[in-house]
């Protein structure tokens, strides 16, 4: 089945470059680095490959690579009533983070769907950047603000890039001094790189050591990539597409695939502790509440699959079989180099959803493989890796 997957990726048609969709400021410098492949994200341009996966996963997780993520596309909420408006769209408790922290944030609907998971960063006071996943929910922001708060929606000139690997802290230092090691995981601070004013969060896509670098204007984003690539040159620095098998190894979720608005936090494994106790209303409240007490039928879940290594990504979920019906789909597998297994996610009734309970699967090949429940994260569950120390 591998062999035949890679045919399949090698017979992908062309992605033609055309004047519709967007391109990030880091865009031209992607493809001087050799970017062959890009897929679509946000009406933008996003990296899919440089090389291959197994060597991008393995620079990740031992050195330090970067990344174009200018697809995370920047909402910006300020104005007297931006504290009330962010906290009115989400089941975390907002109330509670400062200026300069920032928070893993579901968007939620007034029937207790999901509309985004973006990072917020409280950058500061009456003033938060909604860095998206691939949705129109700065359109959801604008529509539930009129004529209801006193804010701004806006989409600022805010363009991030990832440095993320064990050596991130060491390449940064070189360019912002030893103060880099002093933001706290989920938090933030401003710096200049060679003159040039960014606003860094220690976040990313990997559960590994990382900084999100946010250009502040587009102009200056091929000056930033040149400066990161030289100050990580004596670490082998080398920029990939953000790691399909790491972020699924560490619990990191995709949206538009892994979940849609048809599902709530209590749907997604590791997601319900964020629908968090607190007095004030906030859209959807009621209805995720109703779901705390009655339970949910169905839920996302990790999955091990046999058979031989996967070479490619799903181009389409896969069907998942019990007992000879169709009972859910797997919505992501890779495989995972470190753990030296096929992983993924997959949507399954509440009665299969218990770590070894085990299922079929029909890949797009036609072939019926055998998959296993797990739990989800895969490694490092208290996110101790990524929340670790730093030290120069």
Known sequence: ????????????????????????????????????AYDIYNHMYLPA??????????ALVNGVTMWDVGVERTVEVSGPDADRLVDYITCRDLTKCAVGQG?????????GGIVNDPVLLHVAEDRW???????????????????????EVTLPDVHPMQVQGPLAAKTLQKLVGSDVYDIRYYWLDEFEIEGIPV????TGWTAIPGFEINVLDRRDGSAIWDAVARAGEEFDIRPIAPCEARR?????????????????????TGMERLVEPQEQEYLGKGALERLRETGVD???????????????ELSRPWPVISSG???????????????????????????????????????????????VAASIPFVDPQKRVPAQSLSA
């Not at 089945?1 to 992607?30: I, Q």
């Not at 490959?49 to 393995?58: G, L, N, Q, S």
């Not at 539930?144 to 708060?149: H, K, L, S």
């Not at 190894?249 to 749907?267: K, R, W």
Request: hydrophobic share 40%; glycine share 8%.
């Open 129 to 151: 950047w909604m860095q998206l996943a691939d949705s129109d929910a700065g359109l959801y922001a604008l529509g539930v603000a009129a004529g209801r708060f006193d804010v």
């Open 49 to 58: 490959y440089y090389d291959d996966p197994d060597v991008e996963y393995w």
């Open 248 to 268: 699924i190894e560490a619990g990191i979720f995709n949206y538009g695939s892994d979940m849609t608005l048809d599902d709530t936090p209590f749907h997604i």
């Open 199 to 202: 606003v860094i969060s220690r």
């Open 103 to 111: 928070k893993y944030m579901p968007v939620i609907a007034p029937d």
């Open 325 to 371: 019906d169709e009972v859910g789909r797997i919505t992501d597998a890779v495989w995972s180099p470190g753990l030296e297994k096929n992983i993924g996610y997959m949507w399954v009734p509440i009665e299969l959803a218990e770590p070894r309970a085990r299922v079929d699967v029909v890949t797009e090949d036609g072939d019926e493989l055998g998959a």
């Open 1 to 36: 089945m591998a062999n035949e997957r890679s045919e399949m990726l090698e017979k992908s048609t062309t992605l033609y470059f055309g004047p519709w969709y967007r391109r990030s400021p880091f865009f031209e410098s992607t493809l001087a680095a050799g970017c062959t």
């Open 298 to 312: 169905r839920k996302l879940v990790g999955m091990f699959l046999e058979g031989d290594q996967l070479r490619a």
